[in-house]
């Protein structure tokens, strides 16, 4: 099958196209899409498909990485096509928790050289059959990029910092916030406070109340037990995966 997956890392903006489809699952940050007119978010268990012929350009944070599967429309002769691709129109998908955990741990592997992306293609396509279709995204309005621009600056200390910056009481800003990410910002930040947690836990050898403390827990055994209700794993668990069990 003419399938290529890869990690990558990115750092600007560039409108282009591909005669190919193409298929984000975010592994750190997130990256603000925009395809055709066709506006979202591509952020913590969601995927993102570009259709092939679909100008398109994206803003990510600083610290964005994706896993990208490029598909060639001749990948799926003879075999379904898993339902997220069967749409000629760009998509965005909330994916269930424990399945956007073996994604981004199926990234992991790929990019610490443990599995073959030939041999994660094949694993990341079974999983994305289990992933159903989503509506088409619709157009931001001024108000919901405003709120996008708040969340996504990297400069804001809280919920009420971003409000202000987007010029929103907090309330209204907490419900377009919600309505455009899926994610109320306390949920926002928290997922964004783990996922580098998570990264220093499989980057790092930093003891585990040391990264805790660092994302603002003054108490580990709080941690480790919100670390295992987000990922499954508790954090030297999770460490020890991503490592082989070494």
Known sequence: MSIHLEIRSYRGTDRHSHDYSQILLPMQGAMRLD????????????????????????????????????????????????????????????????????????????????????????????????????????????SEARVLDAAHGGQAANVAEMARNAGLGQSQFHALFRATTGQSPKQSQLARLFDEAADQLVTTALPISEIAYAIGYQNASSFNRQFRRRFGLTPSEFRAASRGGA
Request: contains cysteine; proline residues 8%.
């Open 35 to 142: 395809v055709e007119g066709h506006r979202s978010v591509v952020s913590s268990n969601c995927v993102a498909v570009i259709p092939r012929d679909h100008e398109h350009d994206f803003e990510p944070s600083v610290d964005c990485s994706m896993l990208i599967l490029d598909v060639e429309t001749d990948a799926f002769v003879g075999e379904a096509a898993p339902a997220v691709l069967r749409d000629p129109v760009p998509s965005l998908t909330r994916v269930e928790p424990w399945l956007w955990r073996m994604f981004r741990q199926l990234g992991a592997e790929v990019e610490a050289g443990a599995c073959r992306a030939s041999d994660a293609a094949g694993l990341a396509l079974a999983g994305l059959k289990l992933v159903a279709p989503a509506e088409t995204p619709r157009p931001w309005s001024r």
